[in-house]
């Protein structure tokens, strides 16, 4: 699938290490693994694993490992917010209490619709802009700083009613 | 204001577009490397300057380049922009807006080292920063800074940008480079140093990105000028990351050794609040807790004097918090912090973390009896000196120092103190 879908990426990713350390491309294949649908697939697991010589097993511990790999489906649109000690001097918490709140989910949880899951996080150096969260999607992660309850719901709204990537 | 060397995009507007890098001395401190130096002379130019490693150790960066191993090739650089030290922003800040000072740098580094390709390790949440990073890269080939024969000289680069995942211990260098072999992000045994055995088993230099950045100006203005900024033993400019309840947070470049008053009052704006400051963490969440005395504001904010304090400078991300918090609760944070970056791979620290947790929420529930607050003493003081990396260290430290120091918020009931 992703090598007949990707061809070229994989090509340029595998470019990007000496060509005797293949399996160093695992990371930018499981970004690419996860483009299609937000997480990566038992299926995907197995292709990254061929293409770079490593047991389906070993590239699932890396996606356990590392916390924007996914292993399971969650909101097209994943909402990160920060909510560690500097942030949460600024009233991080709050800002992600009264999100949910608004969009009637509790924190790590997935809108009834399936476009939004918002989840607390570790800094994300952005500790001087707070409140703040990265909105990450199939193929991407984009900062939004400074907000506020509101600008985050109006960022949703357009999310949901136009799509893109935030 | 002291005169910015890093933070130089705010003083001059162009400075993140190569022409405009260009035009402010961009590329003659690696073109002065390469056509007039031999790597090393690079390398006693860079002790003579005395510049201290940025990413927390403040190791003697020329010192730490005359460690790789002699007459062992390839060799790699790799820049450590893995940035996730809660409060500290800066290193974003470089290579968002000054991508270039920084790049020349990692070129500066790997001729140093002869080096001829060299990663940039990047946090995975600075997606969109690393393909920035990516074009810039390529320009820098277009223009003849990077590629086969640099400059028309004999020597090739290859600067590559990597992503990360999400996992704080992948800043550590030897877990940073197990992740750039496409493993699991957990430290190595030291010795070997990646100066000896790296990246693929090679001599590797592991710098941050700050100090990275330094290397361009002390290449073309020299290591007397840049002694001429910051203390004897610590010179040179810092840029210091305030966050927490300050009126005025972002990032403060100023010469190593302005005290932290200057910091938070002069250029923060003192507290939002307009409360007094309780509680100084110099370091991000893996600081000893400096209270907000007359003694700690005076004190010189470099390697030696913060040290002198009770604490560290570390990566110099300033998290200033006024009278209106509870220590638990800082505590609480600090331990969620460790508890989930913790990579696992050692018992005392992948336990320890868990309990130091449990202890605090434990604590919480009993409205902080005596009992509780010396079993979460004890889990901490069991952990120190067992872990294998600094990490765990890091998670015993504020939990510790904030006990020992501020007892008044660990009495019974302490929440009802005034
Ligand atoms: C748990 C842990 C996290 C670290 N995180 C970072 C980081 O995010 N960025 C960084 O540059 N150094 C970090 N370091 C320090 C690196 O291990 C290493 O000392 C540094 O990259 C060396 O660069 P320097 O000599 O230029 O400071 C961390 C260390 C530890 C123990
Ligand atoms: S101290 Fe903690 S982070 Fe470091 S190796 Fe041990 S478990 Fe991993
Ligand atoms: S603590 Fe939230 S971005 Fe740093």
Excluded at chain 1, 33 to 38: F, L, P, V
Excluded at chain 2, 148 to 168: C, S
Aim: hydrophobic share 40%; aromatic share 8%; proline share 6%.
């Amino acid at each position: 699938m992703l090598r007949e879908k990707y061809p070229q990426e994989i090509e340029r990713i595998l470019a990007i290490y000496p060509p005797d350390q293949r399996r160093s491309a695992v990371m930018p294949l499981l970004y690419l693994a996860q483009r299609e649908s937000g997480y990566v697939t038992r299926q995907a697991m197995e292709e990254v694993a061929g293409l770079i010589g490593l047991e389906p097993t070993q590239v699932g511990s890396l996606v356990g490992f590392y916390t924007l790999y996914h292993d399971e489906p969650g909101g097209t649109y994943r909402i990160q917010v920060c909510t560690d000690l500097p942030c949460a001097l600024r009233g991080a918490e709050a800002f992600a209490e009264d999100l949910c709140r608004n969009l009637g989910i509790r924190l790590g949880e997935t809108t009834a619709d399936g476009s939004v899951t918002v989840e607390a996080v570790m800094c994300l150096a952005g500790c001087d802009r707070a409140p703040l969260f990265q909105l990450q999607t199939a193929d991407g992660i984009h900062y939004h700083e400074n907000q506020t309850v509101q600008s985050a719901l109006e960022l949703i709204e357009h999310l949901r009613r136009d799509g893109g990537r935030g | 204001m002291a005169e910015r060397l890093l933070l130089r995009h705010r003083d001059l507007p162009g400075l993140g577009e190569l022409p405009g890098y260009q035009a402010h001395e961009g590329f003659e401190g690696l073109r002065k490397a390469v056509m007039t130096m031999t790597p090393a002379q690079v390398i006693d130019l860079v002790k003579a300057s005395g510049l201290r490693g940025r990413g927390g150790a403040g190791f003697p960066t020329g010192v730490k380049w005359s460690f790789l191993s002699p007459g062992v090739f390839p060799r790699y650089v790799v820049a450590n922009a893995d940035e996730s030290e809660p409060g500290t922003f800066k290193d974003r800040e470089l290579m968002e807006h000054n991508p270039f000072q920084f790049l020349e740098g990692v070129a500066i580094c790997a001729y140093a080292a002869q080096a001829n390709l060299a990663y940039v390790y990047c946090r995975g949440e600075f997606w969109d920063l690393a393909h920035r990073l990516e074009e810039n890269l390529a320009e820098m080939g277009r223009a003849g800074f990077l590629g086969a024969r640099l400059l028309g000289t004999d020597y090739d680069l290859d600067i590559r940008v990597h992503l990360g995942a999400g996992a704080y211990i992948c800043g550590e260098e030897t877990a940073l480079l197990e992740s750039l072999e496409g493993r699991l992000g957990q430290p190595r045994l030291r010795p070997p140093f990646p100066a000896a055995k790296g990246l693929y088993g090679k001599p590797t230099v592991v710098n941050n990105v700050e100090t990275l950045a330094n290397l361009p100006l002390i290449l073309t203005r020299g290591a007397e000028w840049y002694r001429g900024f910051g203390t004897e033993k610590s010179p040179g400019t810092k840029i210091f990351s305030l966050s927490g309840h300050v009126a005025r947070p972002g990032n403060y470049e100023l010469p190593l050794g302005t005290p932290f008053r200057e910091l938070i009052f002069t250029y923060g704006g003192g507290t939002s609040s307009g409360l007094k400051v309780k509680a100084i963490m110099p370091a991000g969440a893996s600081s000893s807790i400096l209270p907000g005395t007359d003694e700690v504001l005076d004190t010189p904010m470099d390697y030696e004097s913060v040290a002198a304090a009770g604490s560290a400078l570390g990566s110099a991300s300033v998290i200033v918090m006024d009278e209106s918090v509870d220590l638990g609760w800082v505590l609480k944070k600090t331990s969620e912090f460790f508890n989930h970056e913790s990579c696992g791979k050692c018992t005392p620290c992948r336990e320890g973390t868990y309990w130091m947790l449990h202890a605090i929420e434990r604590l919480e529930h009993n409205r902080r009896s005596v009992g509780d607050v010396a079993l979460l003493r004890s889990v901490a003081a069991g952990m120190q000196g067992k872990c294998l990396c600094a990490l765990g260290e890091f998670s015993v430290v504020p939990v510790v120092t904030g006990i020992d120091r501020f007892q008044a918020d660990f009495r019974p009931d302490g929440r009802d103190e005034p």
